[in-house]
């Protein structure tokens, strides 16, 4: 079977709408296209009883109740709307918050916001394979920690912190936790009750959605979260997120959540053979080359490959038909090494030369066999042109030559 080219594989980045969620959209665009705040009315009426329906779908796909979810318009907005507004409703019980620093930029930089307004940071470190244990957690919490906001699984290398052990912690200290789970929700199955977490964040694009829509969910009994919100108007989602809610993203949210639910062991199991047979085949054909991050504790759709001796925007040049990425997809503008790589202590030249691969629910095997014989066949042409490869062929590391001044 011939493959169609260009093939996606940057699936973390964002996912295609599956032509189910797009149907249950097009009534809302255009028959049943009222604002679900207009109580006067059966328009009105239809978009309410809508969004109520994508509310227990959504609950249902986190083991929350319809009534702890608030909607937004993604997880960038879920994580300032989280962050900052548990931060300033509980600022008289302390200053001090806990993240990592290979969190998203959406968690990171309302922190750094938060360090300008007066709140101390910690920023953990996580380990070589990009993990935060519960032990560390333990151990950086302080008499004025409010606040505790980790990611559920990493966009860029998949690897899964220890998100129940935390919440653990954060119950028995009554410290708020917040999980950014834009990956994990949909992927994996999520138990907020279980796993002892205050406020999650998730993304209808992430889980074959549309973009432009995305929930927190902000738990209501032991404890009641409160949340200042980021902006004022009419009181709308509990007086957290006002402004005329996104019906027909939200009717799309909610169908995406549901098929997910449905299909997700299946979906993960095939997508995990797929996966580890891509990885498997390059690391057989390419010498020095390694997967980035906790190989036996990450999402089944992603990989995060670094190919010494390449350069990773010359590779993307060199594989240009499969849609990967070098980084993620927010950062990636910058020619910055990934700091996600960095942070586990990568050095810049393997961090360089790495490849995020994100499959998902349309990516067929024919499609994994064309991407391992481009990357095979790039790499071998880029290695071949590489005096740094061909050094350490000769057993030479390339780190410690002295090159000569013309």
């Known amino acids: 079977m011939a493959v169609?080219?260009?093939?996606?594989?940057?699936?973390?980045?964002?996912?295609?709408?599956?032509?189910?969620?797009?149907?249950?959209?097009?009534?809302?665009?255009?028959?049943?296209?009222?604002?679900?705040?207009?109580?006067?009315h059966?328009?009105?009426?239809?978009?309410?009883?809508?969004v109520d329906k994508a509310r227990e779908q959504v609950a249902a796909l986190i083991g929350a109740s319809e009534k702890e979810i608030i909607w937004t318009s993604g997880s960038t907005e879920s994580n300032n709307l989280a962050i900052k507004g548990a931060a300033d409703m509980y600022k008289d019980k302390g200053r001090h918050i806990i993240t990592a620093l290979h969190e998203h930029k959406a968690v990171l930089d309302p922190c750094k916001?938060?360090?300008?307004?007066?709140?101390?940071?910690?920023?953990?470190?996580?380990?070589?394979?990009?993990?935060?244990?519960?032990?560390?957690?333990?151990?950086?919490?302080?008499?004025?920690?409010?606040?505790?906001?980790?990611?559920?699984?990493?966009?860029?290398?998949?690897?899964?912190?220890?998100?129940?052990?935390?919440?653990?912690?954060?119950?028995?200290?009554d410290i708020i936790f917040h999980t950014d789970a834009t990956q994990w929700v949909g992927k994996m199955p999520t138990d907020v009750e279980e796993a002892g977490i205050d406020?999650?964040?998730?993304?209808?694009?992430?889980?074959?959605?549309?973009?432009?829509?995305?929930?927190?969910?902000?738990?209501?009994?032991?404890?009641?979260?409160?949340?200042?919100?980021?902006?004022?108007?009419?009181?709308?989602?509990?007086?957290?997120?006002?402004?005329?809610?996104?019906?027909?993203?939200?009717?799309g949210m909610g169908a995406a959540a549901e098929i997910c639910q449905r299909e997700m062991a299946q979906e993960s199991a095939r997508i995990r053979a797929m996966r580890?047979?891509?990885?498997?085949?390059?690391?057989?054909?390419?010498?020095?080359?390694?997967?980035?991050g906790q190989v036996d504790r990450r999402l089944p759709q992603t990989s995060n490959i670094s190919f010494a001796y390449v350069e990773g925007e010359s590779l993307m040049m060199a594989i240009k038909e499969?849609?990967?990425?070098?980084?993620?997809?927010?950062?990636?503008?910058?020619?910055?090494?990934?700091?996600?790589?960095?942070?586990l202590g990568i050095g810049d030249d393997l961090a360089h030369s790495s490849l995020r691969f994100g499959l998902g629910r349309f990516t067929?095997?024919?499609?994994?066999?064309?991407?391992?014989?481009?990357?095979?066949?790039?790499?071998?042409r880029l290695r071949e042109m590489s005096p740094l490869y061909e050094?350490?062929?000769?057993?030479?590391?390339?780190?410690?030559?002295?090159?000569?001044?013309?």
């Open 4 to 40: 169609k080219l260009p093939i996606y594989m940057d699936y973390n980045a964002t996912t295609p709408v599956d032509p189910r969620v797009l149907e249950a959209m097009l009534p809302y665009f255009t028959q049943m296209f009222g604002n679900a705040a207009s109580r006067n």
């Open 42 to 50: 059966s328009f009105g009426w239809e978009a309410e009883a809508a």
């Open 113 to 173: 916001r938060l360090q300008k307004e007066g709140f101390d940071v910690t920023f953990l470190q996580p380990d070589r394979s990009g993990v935060i244990t519960a032990a560390q957690v333990a151990e950086a919490i302080r008499p004025d920690t409010i606040l505790i906001s980790l990611m559920w699984a990493n966009n860029e290398i998949g690897t899964i912190n220890e998100i129940p052990g935390i919440g653990k912690i954060c119950k028995e200290k």
């Open 199 to 251: 406020l999650l964040s998730a993304s209808a694009h992430k889980m074959y959605g549309p973009k432009g829509v995305g929930f927190l969910y902000v738990r209501r009994r032991k404890p009641r979260v409160r949340l200042t919100p980021l902006f004022d108007g009419g009181g709308h989602e509990r007086g957290m997120r006002s402004g005329t809610l996104n019906v027909t993203g939200i009717v």
């Open 276 to 292: 580890d047979r891509l990885e498997t085949a390059i690391l057989a054909r390419l010498d020095a080359t390694r997967v980035n």
């Open 322 to 343: 499969i849609a990967v990425s070098s980084g993620s997809a927010c950062t990636s503008a910058s020619l910055e090494p990934s700091y996600v790589l960095k942070s």
């Open 364 to 380: 067929t095997d024919e499609e994994v066999d064309y991407a391992i014989e481009s990357v095979v066949r790039g790499v071998s």
């Open 391 to 406: 050094l350490a062929m000769e057993g030479i590391d390339p780190s410690t030559v002295e090159w000569g001044k013309h």
